[in-house]
């Protein structure tokens, strides 16, 4: 009986769930490495069948995703001389030159400013509008939360359609602002759902504490729910931003030129001069940075948020 | 500090009434305590002189001036909580500081570092000052929030039970300190309690409440010697009042239908045989259980008395007091 402990696990046991969750690690990051992986191969090393584990990294990949390139003939390439920098030098290998930038960063800046845009605003709004179904007597209280439930109760790609109509008509087809506003509505109900559960777990009186202490309901707010309410705010921000990063239908038909945000361009690099899938695959990896960098940032929040109200007090 | 006064005050919430036509005058410089069951009213009180509750109908006027409609900040009240009041994201210290970096008092950091001292020096918590707030005691939590509340100056402070949820020992001391801070600094308070020891040792004015009513207002010795019915009897008083049906001795009046006996109205030695039921030693007291005439009475008697279960002790009232039907006082 001693050898079972309900607190301790044996080292056999920690031995076993140590191995399995280093299994279902490596499952669940394989094909993230294998993108990450791809970047760094040159075009034959991508599409090598069997697929190439080892290979010679090169930045090939990297090149050809931030730059435009043309052929040159053997006579303009000699007209040049020697390549005068590193990237240069890849590219003369297939008689290339470059002529110019591509357009992923201005891709990669407008999924920025869309996605941490449309997180701002939805975060902001849902929590005011979260706070005011909590801790006011809204009419219809019940009704309304159902309401902006069930804005979610259907793919958003549903209503494309209208809403392609509506923005034309608005002249908020292909624009920042009018994908924000998109993103914002379809997150608002996610966001106004979770941080009213995460602020309804906060008792009263604190915020009356703060009101008796010389402080007004904004003031109580401020300093004393949304300390409070930061983990259920955070983790909501990071789904907030996930989709709105991530989104793919609606961008493809409402943005094309000014406002086209990374997803739908990505696939498109891998049309210039046949299937360069290292580009495609640097153009991924970069494009996984940022909501990384945000979720780790908030990883303690995410955490806990996550598993928040999972224990009823 | 400032005299509060309660004029008429009536609360419902929903269906229920909370509070009833609630007069009540709270001198500059008094310690009132209010006293009743749980539901009779007290935390209803203090929540509309606070603010944090909006009156139906009457007003509180605070210094002189109508206080309906104004929020708590405006009113300066300070109010410590039963429960759940420390600011969890916040240190000792910070908890503390806050009432004084308000928008309403703006303290210097100077003038916010010596109060906080010497706040947490009186309730001996100075060694706790850096900790989080989560990371305390019952007690300690309950001794910052008290201590939130005594780094202002605010009209009145208002206190709901501060105390019951902390030890004896802590409870006696804290007690003497509360009524020091009071005496010395003239403060006005507005104290709700189930605790009779605490109704007694500090108040200048005891509150009785039955059901969202104030059945009697006075000092403890006035609602202790004085009581104005069978419910204002029982809130004080250890043991409790004993109340029998009148005729039980000779001598009630006519109108009399019960009789009301505290430990010292009842004279050991004269008059009708009563058996002891139990002897509980206190230390400093003796209870007697008696059980006379089908009725079970509970009095006082020597410490070092060699009484047993099932002798006889001779019982007759001094001066009792007498009740009607509903319960009412005769006089």
Redesign the interface.
């Known amino acids: 009986m001693s050898n079972f402990s309900a607190t301790e696990p044996s080292s056999r046991q920690k031995w076993v769930a140590g191995t399995l969750v280093i299994l279902y690690a490596v499952i669940t990051m394989l094909p993230l490495l294998w993108i990450i992986a791809t970047g760094f191969k040159s075009p034959s090393d991508s599409i090598a069948y069997p697929p190439k584990v080892m290979f010679e990294p090169t930045l090939e990949g990297y090149v050809n995703l931030f730059t435009t390139r043309t052929r040159a003939t053997p006579e303009i390439l000699e007209k040049l001389g020697e390549p005068a920098t590193w990237y240069d030098r890849i590219v003369r290998q297939y008689n290339m030159v470059i002529s110019g930038p591509s357009r992923y960063l201005e891709r990669f800046f407008n999924s920025v400013i869309i996605g941490f845009g449309s997180t701002f605003f939805a975060i902001v709004l849902g929590t005011l509008a979260a706070y005011a179904f909590s801790r006011f007597k809204v009419p219809l209280k019940d009704d309304l939360l159902f309401f902006i439930l069930s804005t979610r109760m259907m793919p958003p790609i549903a209503v494309a359609i209208p809403i392609f109509l509506m923005f034309r008509q608005l002249g908020l087809n292909d624009t920042h602002a009018g994908m924000i506003l998109l993103y914002t509505a379809i997150n608002l109900s996610l966001a106004v759902w979770l941080i009213h559960g995460f602020i309804d777990e906060i008792p009263i009186e604190y915020e009356e504490a703060a009101l008796v202490d010389g402080y007004t309901r904004f003031q109580a707010f401020y300093k004393v729910v949304l300390p409070q309410a930061s983990t259920g705010i955070a983790s909501t921000a990071i789904f907030c931003l996930i989709f709105a990063w991530n989104e793919y239908a609606l961008a493809v038909l409402l943005t094309s030129g000014t406002a086209q945000t990374a997803p739908p361009f990505i696939p498109t690099i891998i049309g210039v001069g046949g299937q360069d899938w290292p580009a495609v695959a640097a153009g991924a990896t970069i494009f996984l940075m940022p909501v990384m960098i945000f979720t780790v940032l908030l990883r303690k929040h995410l955490l806990r948020g996550i598993t928040f109200g999972a224990v009823r007090k | 500090m400032a005299k509060v006064i309660l004029e008429k005050v009536s609360k419902k919430f929903g269906d229920t009434i909370a509070l009833h036509d609630v007069s009540m005058t709270i001198p500059d410089g008094s310690f009132v305590v209010l006293l009743g069951p749980t539901g009779a009213g007290k935390t209803t009180t203090l929540r509309m002189v606070?603010?944090?509750d909006e009156l139906d109908s009457g007003n509180v006027f605070i210094g002189g001036q109508p206080v309906r409609g104004l929020?708590?900040?405006q009113r300066?009240?300070?109010?410590v909580?039963q429960?759940?009041?420390l600011?969890?994201?916040l240190s000792v210290r910070e908890n503390l500081a806050?009432?004084l970096k308000?928008?309403?008092?703006k303290t210097s950091a100077a003038e916010i570092a010596r109060k906080v001292s010497e706040v947490a020096e009186v309730l001996q918590i100075s060694h706790k000052l850096d900790n989080k707030a989560t990371a305390l005691s019952g007690g300690e939590m309950q001794r910052v929030?008290i201590g939130?509340a005594l780094v202002?100056n605010p009209n009145i402070y208002?206190m709901d039970e501060p105390l019951s949820s902390l030890d004896a020992k802590l409870r006696s001391d804290l007690r003497v300190e509360l009524k020091r801070i009071q005496a010395n600094t003239g403060a006005t308070l507005l104290y709700v309690t189930h605790d009779q020891i605490e109704a007694m040792t500090m108040a200048t004015h005891v509150g009785v409440l039955d059901k969202g009513k104030l059945v009697q207002f006075g000092s403890p010795k006035e609602i202790y010697e004085n009581p104005v019915s069978i419910y204002a009897a029982s809130r004080l008083g250890q043991p409790r009042i004993n109340v029998l049906p009148a005729d039980i001795f000779n001598g009630a009046p006519k109108n009399a239908s019960s009789i009301g006996l505290r430990p010292e109205q009842i004279q050991q030695g004269k008059g009708e045989e009563s058996v002891v039921k139990s002897v509980e030693r206190l230390g400093d007291q003796t209870r007697l259980h008696l059980f006379f005439k089908s009725h079970d009475i509970v009095t006082v008697t020597d410490a070092h008395t060699s009484l047993r279960v099932g002798d006889i002790v001779k019982i007759q009232p001094v001066s009792p007091f007498y009740f009607d039907a509903d319960g009412a006082r005769l006089t």
């Open positions: 606070s603010g944090l929020t708590p900040a300066n009240v300070a109010v909580f429960q759940y009041s600011y969890p994201h806050f009432p308000s928008p309403l008092l929030s939130r202002r208002l």
